[in-house]
């Protein structure tokens, strides 16, 4: 696959990239290079390759799934005017 200067415009106008005609014709020759790496890479065999998210094994640190008030509630009122068992009293409006 190969960029030519046509798709280099197109893709700088939906990025919102303003390029002038130097520009890319220069970013053609990078891409075209940069594509022509990845084709490399295609041709590499990777049967029997598991994914791997570190290049050391490790284990991924998890913290236990659980439920909580998050212990602030007292934090949380401290500034009302008026709370009662952890919640906020507010004045009772009748029309």
């Known amino acids: ?14 990025a919102r990239i303003a390029v002038t005609e130097e520009e ?3 970013m053609e020759g990078e891409l075209n290079t940069i594509l022509g790496f990845v084709e490399q890479l295609n041709e ?3 049967s029997g390759v598991e994914p791997m998210t570190s ?4 284990e991924m640190k998890k913290r236990i799934d659980v439920v909580t008030d998050g212990d602030k509630a ?7 005017p008026a709370s009662e068992d952890n919640f906020f009293l507010v004045p009772k409006v009748v029309e």
């Open 1 to 14: 696959m190969s960029v030519d200067l046509a798709t280099v415009k197109r893709v700088a106008k939906l």
């Open 44 to 46: 590499v065999d990777v």
């Open 74 to 80: 007292d934090d949380i009122v401290a500034n009302a």
């Open 55 to 58: 290049v050391t094994p490790m």
């Open 24 to 26: 890319a014709a220069k």
